[in-house]
């Protein structure tokens, strides 16, 4: 008998190898590499990944697999490779790593039906299984012994199909149809005798003569350009009628995407396109960094060089961030490829999730455009990787397995011999740092393709305001230039960086904010202790009480939310229509979208926001964008603060004058010389790039260094406090001489849900050894992670300091 070689769904150190099963006689054509089954685990079944079959084991007494879940293989011989890879990478369990790669439907044991697809009598033992019925439950065929080989056959020759049942309710929509409710010559008759007024009824009803067939209401009264109340009329005379159907789910609706064609490139986009052709031409596995301004035609070029790869055949993974994946955006690609394209969006229910996988699955699309997991689509042809926005955080997964997507595109496109493309306007440092270096090919687009200036960049300084007597959080510029666009029927986007969750100190009088001086890191301000802390060494002092620049008393921390931004603002303008969008406004699934509408179809005159309005919006009407305080972001304990607030503000600007009319950005800040600041103000990246790489350099930071962050949390603050001592000290004994530890210290957010959190940080060039002697510091907190509620998190190059 053969044997499978299974990773079984139990995520602990003990079992994070493969485990060896007999594979039973019927099951032998099932159990194949890739596919799930169900294993005894001990007392229990288990769910396991077969990830190879073997002719022999070392061990004897192997028990049988008990299922198989899975009637084709649900991870391909590159994904089953990649797993192990992403595993060791990130220092994972194999089976976290697998399962990261597939919907969630799938981590779970669905139910199952089979479905016969002929109205013919089944072949083989089947037909006696199913005796006249269209479906059974795969448990019936399971429990009266059905055949595996005839189940197998069947479902090749596309006469049985393998249903999963994946229960959500809230994707079976019902919607209403529109079709005709008299016989057709009825409506013939009706049309004739409609008076010449009755324009728009007439359309409606040659449509109906042309295809007689029910209609979703909304697509008729796109197509007819007519309104809900001229087909209320011709139901009211009894000629149509309006009936409820089930709407299969289906997140994007293929046919209402207007259909789009190339565009003839501009000259910069042809030169930067010519060489990624020509890679995907000759299987290059080439990384190109497209560095383009906002509205230089990216998008373009990504949407043109996937064409070429269709034409050869192959397939294309698009990954877009999460918050930029707008129905703006699916719009391009759909409109381009249609019906060849599957979303994946974390807003879509498990259901829809899995519906666009088993798509990509079943190779029924070759363009997947999605967020960060995206990039594990099972295509098996890949001819480009593209990730747009490439330096925006959430490609990195802030769970096991920690992975950045970036790095999983690399792997993958050097499996497959293609080119992965990083675009953006603001590359991450590290990118740009490898591009100037030759790792990555450097493409620039430094023109918008409207050939309009970006917007011009004031900057308000606040401490002005004060000396001026303004306590308020606008400055008097910034409420004229509101007022004056709501005068002039224009739009305003207002945003505001996410509340900040710890409290920096600056002196509102100077503008100096606290910082350490052996990081560079502002200083976080402890109530209970009454101390700043730096979140990176352990330096702090007390808490001061006057300013030691100016010795002012106007010191204060900072951070205020959107809420008392929307109340204030309120009150200062009364005549403005105002959408606030932030995380409480848009938990509810489709809340996003309903808010973008609505400032999108102008009910409301202001857009005021965090993070999720500064990217991928593009509104006709948006004249002027305004940030009211730049200076959160800037003083974040993190060594990227700069970098992100450079970023946060190029994005932002690009969100005025779009289109005809000409925008304009207000910058508030107390810190106006801050160069990120200044040089954000003139769109000058290539400088930016040069003066925080030497902040970087002299800080050790990357991309000169390389950081390794560990995080152990406890109920009990002394025993977290306590292995984070004893992590520091193995690591120092057991890894090169030529590494820094920082800390322990407390984490930035020193307390989540009753458990408290220590930090030390590993600052590295090279170190070849480092996983293997963190494995083998988790291996010995085993006991203490299972039975003491301990968790240490490792996270390599992580993107979140907190
Ligand atoms: P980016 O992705 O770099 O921000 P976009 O792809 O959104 O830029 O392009 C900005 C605008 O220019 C879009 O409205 C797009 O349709 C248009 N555009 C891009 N390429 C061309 C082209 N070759 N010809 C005409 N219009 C183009
Ligand atoms: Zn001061
Ligand atoms: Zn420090």
Redesign the pocket.
Known sequence: MLIAKVIVDVPTSQTNHSFDYLIPDHLTELVKEGVRVSVPFGPRKVMGFVIGIADQSEFNKLRPVDQVLDMTPVLTPELLELGKWLADQTVSFYIQAYQAMLPQVLKAKYKKEIESLTEDPLPYGLDKLFAGRAVIDFDEFVEREGNYRDLLKSIHEGIVQINYMVQSKETVKKVAFIEPDKELYLLEEALIDLPKNAQKQRVILEYFLNDPLPVQKSKLIQQCNTTASTIKALIDKGLLKSVEKKLYRNPYNDDSFERTTS????SQ?KQAITPIWQSIDENMNDVFLLH?????????VYLQAIEKVLEKGKEAIVLVPEIALTPQMVRRFKGRFGGDVAVLHSALSPGEKFDEWTRIHKKEVRVVVGARSAIFAPFENLGIIIIDEEHETSYKQEEQPRYHAREVAKYRGEFHHCPVVLGS?TPLLESFARAKKGVYQLLE?PD???EQEMPPVEIVDMREELHQGNRSMFSRRLLEAVKLRIEKKEQVVLFLNRRGYSTFVMCRECGDVMKCPACDIALTFHKSSHQLKCHYCDFHIPMVRNCPTCESDQIRYFGTGTQKVEEALREAVPEARIVRMDVDTTRRKGAHEKLLNQFQEKKADILLGTQMIAKGLDFEDVTLVGVLAVDAMLNLPDFRSSEKTFQLLTQVSGRAGRHKLPGEVILQTYSKEHYAIELASQYNYEQFFLQEMQMRKNFHYPPYFFLTLINVSHPNQLKAMEVTKTISRLLYKHLSDSVTILGPTPSPIERINNRYRYQCMIKYRDEPDQRKVIRKILRHYYDEIQKNDLTIQVDFEPYQLM
Not at 263 to 266: A, G, Q
């Open positions: 565009l003839p490139l501009s986009q383009g301004v906002t509205g230089s035609g990216k998008t373009e306007a687009m918008r393709m409207n």
